[in-house]
Every structure is written in C-alpha cells, then in structure tokens.
C-alpha cells in the first residue's frame, strides 16, 4: 500500500473533524435563519415539517413539505428538504432541480442551505460540508441548525463532529428533545451507556405522548445487550402511535438479535404490510432476508434477496435493488458466486439517471470494497487491484466517510491476505465499527503481540448489536465458536 494514499486519507480525515467555524463567515442578525415566504401557510407546514423531522414522522414530514410547496413553489428550503428526506429518486430529483433553480432569490443562509444538501447528493462531498459549516457559523444561535447538521454527519459515519455540533445545540437549549436524543446514540455508539440512558430518561420525560422516545431507548437497549427492555420500550411505542412502523422494525431486529428468527419474521412481516413507502417496505424485507442468513438458511436468503432486487428494479428503487445484491453477496461461501452479485448490484446502480450522484458513490463504495476482497481471495488479483485502486481514487478525492471507511476495510483486509499484520492494523482502525474489519483486528492485533487491544476489540464485536447483514454473518458465529472472551 503506498504512503502517499494513507498521508492523504488522515490529510481528509483531519480536514472532516476541523473546526466547525472556519471560513469567517459574518455572522447573521437574526439567530435563526430566515425562510423566505410570502404565505403564511407554507411557513407554518414548513415549521410543522421541521418538528416531525425532529420526532422521526420520517414519511409525515415529506407529507408537510409537499403541502407546502403546493402553498408556495417557490419555497426552496422546503424543496430541498423533500430532496434531502424523500425515498422515492424521481421525487429527490426533481426537487432538487427545483431548490437548485430558486437559489439565487434566497437569503445567504438559505444558499447555503440549500448548497449543503445538493453538494452532498451530487457526490461534492467536500463544497457540501463547506456550505453547511459555514452555514453553522452565519447562525451559531440557531439550534435546530446544529441539530440538523449533526443528525446529518451521525449518517456519514462522522460521529466525533456530530458530538460536537449537539453539544452546541444542547448548550442553547439543554432541554432540545432532539438534540438529547442524537447525542444519547452518540454516546451507546462510544458504548458510554450510562450516559446514553440518562440522556433517554430525559427525552423521555420531555416528550410523554411521543412514540420516538420508546423507539429510541429501545434501540440503545438493545445496543447494551438488555433485549427484554429493548422489546418493553418498542412495545411501549406502539401503544403510544400503532403507526410507529420503525418501531414494529425494532421488534423484528431485536427478536432476530435474540435468536428467535421466525418472530423476528413475523414482525417484519407486519412492518412490511404497514411500511409508509417502497423504499422502507424493501428495507424491511432486506432485514427478513437477514434472518435466514442467521438460520444458515441460504437459499432461502438467495430467493428473497432476488425477490428484493427485481421489486426493486421494477418500481425504479435502483439504490435498494443494488443493496439486495450486494448483501446476497456478503454471505456466500464461494467467491465466485459473490463477485457474480456484486456485478448485478454495481450495475443496478447505472439503470436510471435519478439516483443522487452520493448516493451512488456510497453503495458503489461498498461494491468495490466487497469485490477487491474476494477477487483476492478468489486468486483474481488483477480485479482486485482494479477495484482497490477505483477506491483509492474516489477516496482521496472526498471526505465522504463512509468511502474512506470503504477503502480503508478493502485496503486492511487485502495487507492482512499478505500478511502484512502492523500495516494492516493502520487501515482497519479507520473502519473498526464493520464487523468484518474488526474480526481482522482481533487477528491483527494476536499477530502483533497487542492483548490489551486484542481483547478490547473482540469485546466490542461480540458486543455489537445492531441488526447488519454484516453482524448477521460474523458475529453469532464468534460467540457461537467462541463462547467466552
């Protein structure tokens, strides 16, 4: 592997975790950015939306949006917001195009705004950030900014940043209900529980009739290992809102994490049937498929990820029929069969013209990621090279995190095939929340003469309970071969 590459992989993994106020941006008067409107009804749905967002109606918020760019077209953020949360790729698009057009009438702050999120999904990964930390610096006052901005980063693997901007939020406001909430799952993901709890405690105590508070504490549960609780709280959810699919979801994931496989179907089964669109009714169906990986069930995981695919392609789901493929890929035993799956998934990505150039990147990353390691494995070396090198490039010139994680997993597993162990650890450390990569570094680090890592990594991985196909194929097998640390 050369320097060059690692230098300049840490070079943007310093940039990303900059400080967040950077450019100088004159700060605004007002210490909340201005929406720019002449109905009065179109600012209140675009308010309305914005509070959903907060409390995870991830579907009812589109609802808002949509209503109020039927009051006013020519309110841009709403637009963009449709574009940043919608599933469906022609809407995303097209809303897109539409909050791109308005810019030039918008206020500085909304610019920027809408500069942050159609950076981003046009693969400019690094004017993106630009725009949104210069965006946090125009209105440092403004705490559902923050908010939005480190709920943003905690998807793009960019957690120490997000801690960050939450604090902030949390320091205007200490009781921001979903500032509290981020900053708990920020915390169980550092596996710093208690913290994470008591921050739960408190969501939970300022939001009584909400549904998401339940949902939360009952994933974060789950996360400690506590699955008895973790079932208590979705339930709890339900009860407050029947429609709270995600949480219907939850009780699938953890009765999959359990063990118990055919519950965790059933209840999939129901969040399928009530799935609020397309895009998360093949997501659940993706989390089903998942069970019978976990049974070692795999021509049944084979069937219904195919199923997936074709749903997928046939209601344009290009992003969703990719991801079916490439995790039939991640289970197989041979190769051969993989690398086949990984040809279909990267070519679902090419079908349409709608699915966001970031989108595309990231998934795209996974592929890659996936076929350099068994092209090595398969003693296909020069494919191997090709997708290392196809990584290395669209790495160095992002600070996406989740195609440096990409590339940093690919990279530490093919030093590992070459039994290069110290080289190795300084790429898998880049990636150590892939259970893939952190088998390697319980490897890695026995090599190496590293015990204290060794057991504090193999902790962490036995320890990892969020419903993955990658957890699905690594982690019952650890504890199963494995049964004590």
């Not at 992003?319 to 890929?329: C, K």
């Not at 440096?404 to 290069?420: I, V």
Request: glycine residues 4%.
């Amino acid at each position: 592997m050369r320097r060059s590459i690692w230098v300049l992989i840490v070079a943007i993994g310093v940039c990303f975790a900059a400080p967040l106020y950077a450019h100088h941006v004159k700060q605004a008067v007002t210490s909340a950015m201005p929406v720019t409107t002449s109905s009065p009804q179109a600012r209140a749905l675009y308010e309305k939306g914005m509070q959903d967002y907060e409390n995870l109606y991830l579907e009812r918020c589109n609802e808002d949006w949509r209503a109020a760019v039927k009051a006013d077209p020519n309110l841009a953020v709403a637009w963009a917001w449709i574009a940043f949360n919608s599933s469906d790729p022609k809407e995303i698009s097209s809303a897109r195009e539409k909050a791109k057009s308005l810019s030039p009438k918008l206020t500085k702050g909304e610019q920027l705004m809408v500069s942050w999120i159609v950076k981003v999904q046009e693969g400019d990964f690094i004017d993106g950030i630009s725009a949104m930390n210069d965006l946090l610096e125009m209105f440092p006052k403004d705490k559902r900014l923050h908010y939005l901005a480190g709920n943003w980063l905690m998807g793009e693997n960019g957690d120490e940043q997000a801690r960050r901007i939450m604090e902030k939020a949390l320091a205007l406001d200490k009781n921001y209900p979903a500032a509290l909430n981020d900053l708990a799952y920020l915390y169980a993901r550092d596996r710093e529980f208690a913290k994470a709890f008591a921050d739960m405690e408190r969501y939970v105590a300022l939001l009584p009739t909400e549904p998401n508070p339940q949902d939360s504490y009952g994933e974060l549960l789950r996360m400690a290992g506590n699955f008895e609780g973790s079932l208590q709280h979705y339930r709890a959810a339900l009860k407050i809102d029947p429609d709270f699919v995600t949480s219907q979801v939850g009780l699938g994931d953890t009765y999959a994490l359990i063990g118990n496989q055919e519950q965790a179907r059933i209840e999939y089964d129901k969040a399928i049937r009530y799935a609020h669109n397309e895009a998360d009714r093949l997501l659940y169906s993706m989390q089903k498929a998942a069970t019978w990986v976990r049974e070692g069930k795999f021509a049944e995981a084979n069937k219904l990820l195919q199923e997936i695919a074709l749903t997928a392609h046939a209601k344009e789901q290009d992003l969703q029929e990719a991801q079916a493929y490439r995790q039939a890929a991640e289970y197989q035993a041979d190769d051969n069969a993989a690398l086949t799956y990984l040809q279909s998934a990267e070519e679902s990505l090419g079908h349409r013209s709608t699915i966001s150039q970031g989108d595309k990147n990231e998934e795209l990353s996974r592929i890659l990621r996936n076929r350099a390691v068994r092209a090595a494995h398969s003693g296909h070396p020069e494919l191997a090279d090709h997708s290392l090198r196809k990584l290395e490039a669209m790495a160095g010139g992002s600070r996406n995190r989740v195609i440096l994680s990409s590339y940093n997993g690919a990279a530490g597993t093919l030093l590992m095939d070459q039994k290069k162990f110290s080289e190795a650890i300084s790429y898998l450390e880049e990636d150590q929340d892939n259970p893939f990569t952190m088998e390697l570094l319980v490897q890695a680090y026995y090599q190496t003469n590293q015990s204290d890592k060794l057991h504090e990594i193999e902790a962490k991985l036995r320890g990892t309970n969020v419903a993955t196909m990658e957890q699905a194929v690594v982690v019952p097998a650890i504890r199963l071969h494995h049964p004590q640390i």
